[in-house]
């Protein structure tokens, strides 16, 4: 699957809005308390943003920020249930679906501690160790991914594959939404169809960014689902040069002088971004067959990479 320049670029600027000055990663996530990573992941699907960190902030008012699976269920059971726990603490009665009669997304809360008790599960570390290899709700799913999906209204597994994000878990789950920020961001211009091929340009991308895959996984996955939110007043970025697009045919007047130094410096970003548009070695201008490493047919300007 090919991979462009300008794909990795405009996912890049999409995720360096979420990765501070000194190269620190910010996605959204709870290392240190399972009990917070539940909250998100059952309160995500439907909610504000703002909503969520609300919640989360009322909870950490009376319990702190390390909460496990246990002290949460602890929480619901000492307030006197889930209606009054909704009602008193992260005072929100959101309920788990808009059909009559639903139950309150605290009282699932409160049914996921219970599961995470059954499979012996009270911290991220506990949960991350007891997924394993096979973290996702596919054919050889483990026992606690399924038995999350058997919680009322969780059945889309969007909430588990949320739980695995918050907890840092290196798994991505590439769900329409994925695919879809995906197409958004290169443009519709490059066809990105199919897992691996969106998890090269992740690679890809992290490497530029020169943070680690799991960053950008977590980054892509909360923009998909509108967990994070770019900055509405952040510029577009328009870069400057068609990097993977085929050049328009050089008009007559454009002398089109071969640049030994132009093409060396074009060559070596084509090795690492595009290597399949890396012409033969030439030892004369003759030689050449128009490229998009050819000066660029503008007074000033040259067809090599921008950055």
């Not at 794909?7 to 990663?25: H, M, Q, V």
């Not at 991914?145 to 969007?158: F, H, M, N, T, V």
């Not at 991308?205 to 943070?211: G, M, P």
């Not at 998009?292 to 067809?303: I, K």
């Amino acid at each position: 699957m090919e991979i462009r320049t300008r794909s990795i670029r405009n996912l890049a600027y999409r995720c360096e809005e979420f990765i501070d000055g000194s190269g620190k990663p910010r996605p959204i996530g709870y290392p240190n308390s399972l009990a917070l990573c539940i909250l998100d992941a059952l309160f995500t699907t439907g909610s504000h943003p703002t909503a969520i960190d609300n919640l989360l902030n009322r909870y950490i008012a009376r319990h702190g920020s390390a909460d496990g699976a246990k002290m949460l269920r602890y929480s619901i059971a000492t307030a006197g249930g889930p209606e009054v726990w909704a009602r008193e603490v992260i005072r929100n009665v959101k309920p788990a679906h808009s059909h009559p009669g639903a139950i309150l997304r605290a009282e699932i809360v409160d049914r996921a501690t219970r599961l995470m008790a059954d499979h012996g599960i009270d911290t991220v570390e506990d949960l991350l160790g007891s997924v394993g290899d096979e973290p996702s709700s596919g054919r050889h799913t483990n026992e606690v991914a399924r038995d999350w999906r058997e919680l009322p209204s969780q059945k889309s597994g969007i909430s588990w594959n949320a739980l695995l994000v918050l907890a840092g878990s290196a798994h991505l789950e590439i769900d329409y939404r994925v695919n879809f920020l995906i197409a958004e961001v290169v443009r519709w211009s490059v066809s990105i169809r199919g897992d691996d091929a969106v998890l090269e340009l992740i690679k890809a991308t992290a490497d530029y960014l020169d943070v680690e895959d799991r960053v950008v996984k977590q980054i892509v996955w909360q923009l998909a689902h509108r967990r994070l939110q770019s900055d509405p007043k952040r510029r577009k970025l328009d870069l400057p040069y068609p990097l993977d697009d085929e050049l328009d045919s050089e008009p007559e007047w454009w002398p089109g002088t071969y640049d030994p130094e132009v093409r060396g410096e074009a060559e070596g970003w084509a090795s690492v971004f595009e290597p399949e548009y890396r012409a033969d070695p030439c030892e004369s201008e003759e030689a050449l067959e128009p490229d998009w490493a050819r000066p660029y047919p503008m007074s000033g300007t040259t067809g090599a990479a921008p950055f």
